[in-house]
């Protein structure tokens, strides 16, 4: 048994990427000037020309680092920085996507109460 790693697959990082984004193949290859065939290929492969990477890159909005180093916690936190480029001083906000996802789970338990005592006030009413 081997104790080296085994090398990345850039193809299947920046399949993974894609679609994190929401992106179907169709789209990145007409935004990289390819078919959708090639892309499909490219995704299929282990090593990507550094060009072409860098253009896929671009168009997925992430570093080429990104993909060469892809793994799920690095993309989730990267997609959970984000940078206010509106003011100067170069604020990074995180968030907690869980944290969101609680805080609309408790929101939509209260409108459920709200609505059962909203229907428990007409019933009493008739």
């Known amino acids: 048994m081997s104790t080296a790693t085994r090398p990345k697959h850039i193809g299947r990082n920046i399949s993974r990427i894609r679609e994190l984004r929401g992106m179907k193949q169709d789209i990145l290859a007409e935004a990289i000037g390819v078919s959708q065939q090639m892309v499909s290929n490219i995704e299929g492969s282990e090593t990507v020309d550094i060009e072409k990477l860098a253009?896929?890159?671009?168009?997925?909005?992430?570093?080429?680092?990104?993909?060469?180093?892809?793994?799920?916690?690095?993309?989730?936190n990267y997609f959970a920085s984000f940078y206010d480029n509106s003011s100067n001083t170069g604020a990074v906000y995180q968030f907690n996507p869980i944290e969101k996802v609680v805080e609309l789970y408790e929101r939509l338990v209260q409108a459920e109460k709200e609505k059962n005592e909203y229907l428990e006030r007409m019933l009493k009413d008739k």
Do not use: D, M, T
């Open 55 to 76: 253009q896929i890159a671009k168009v997925l909005g992430v570093p080429v680092e990104a993909i060469e180093n892809f793994s799920e916690e690095n993309v989730f």
